[in-house]
């Protein structure tokens, strides 16, 4: 049975920084893509960042570049999302995902989710 467990949101300020994690289990980690996506309350599920089964192909949303680093560390099986200069636009309840398959430029289409973190970004 596949889990994907996400920690390390909360509550912060405007221009504070959050590192969020997902741990994974039940599955061979190094062969899975992993993502993070976030839903803000009346709006769409929507993609923020993923990388590649290897850490050496990552992506993100426009919104979050160069604020936000996704990473891995395969011998954990784990994966990473580092926050930075955090907005209140930012706020939303974050899912980590996982996908066996995600060609070079195609969407990340996640196969597994986890059951999200909230993080609120207070102005």
């Known amino acids: 049975q596949v889990q994907l467990v996400e920690s390390g949101g909360g509550l912060v300020q405007a221009g504070g920084s959050l590192r969020l994690s997902c741990a994974a289990s039940g599955l061979t980690f190094s062969s899975y893509a992993m993502g993070w996506f976030r839903q803000a309350p009346g709006k769409e599920r929507e993609f923020v960042a993923a990388i590649s089964a290897s850490g050496g192909r990552t992506s993100y949303a426009d919104s979050v570049k160069g604020r936000f680093t996704i990473s891995r560390d395969n011998a954990k099986n784990a994966v990473y999302l580092q926050m930075n200069s955090l907005k209140p636009e930012d706020s939303a309840v974050y899912y980590c995902?996982?996908?066996?398959?995600?060609?070079?430029?195609?969407?990340?289409?996640?196969?597994?989710w986890g059951q999200g973190t909230q993080v609120t970004v207070s102005s």
């Open positions: 995902a996982a996908t066996l398959w995600w060609p070079v430029a195609t969407r990340f289409i996640p196969k597994y």
